[in-house]
């Protein structure tokens, strides 16, 4: 999966490269998937959901990471999953498949 330049999703591209660098710097090796209600431009408003693949990401810092991540976005809601295998769980495998990396 590729970052899509065609596909519109609902965060501006500064925010795309805050979020990137947020992550990045725990682990420059992560993959940064946006998926739900982000990814269509057809609806608006919607919580901004974060899915990583990262082995490096321990709890302690997905917490910094979430302070980060609130810091930027201030009370928009934020969900952020973390796991070192997206066939983890149905639910990460398919956030996984039709989200669109960052």
Same mark, same amino acid.
């Given at each position: 999966?590729? =970052?899509?330049?065609?596909?519109? &999703?609902?965060? !501006?591209?500064?925010?795309?490269?805050?979020?990137?660098? /947020?992550?990045?710097?725990?682990?420059?090796?992560?993959? =940064?998937?946006?998926?739900?209600?982000?990814?269509? #431009?057809?609806?608006? %408003?919607?919580? =901004?959901?974060?899915?990583?693949?990262?082995?490096? /990401?321990?709890?302690?810092?997905?917490?910094? =990471?979430?302070?980060?991540?609130?810091?930027?976005? %201030?009370?928009?809601? &934020?969900?952020? /999953?973390? #796991?070192?295998?997206?066939?983890?769980?149905?639910? !990460?495998?398919?956030?996984?498949?039709? %989200?669109?990396?960052?």
């Amino acid at each position: 999966m590729e =970052i899509s330049k065609d596909k519109n &999703i609902r965060l !501006t591209k500064d925010e795309i490269l805050k979020i990137k660098s /947020i992550i990045l710097s725990f682990d420059p090796k992560a993959e =940064i998937i946006l998926f739900g209600s982000r990814t269509d #431009t057809n609806k608006k %408003g919607g919580d =901004i959901d974060i899915l990583v693949i990262s082995d490096k /990401i321990d709890y302690k810092k997905r917490r910094k =990471i979430r302070v980060e991540l609130l810091k930027l976005f %201030g009370d928009r809601k &934020i969900d952020l /999953i973390i #796991t070192p295998n997206p066939s983890k769980s149905v639910f !990460t495998e398919l956030s996984y498949k039709y %989200g669109v990396k960052l």
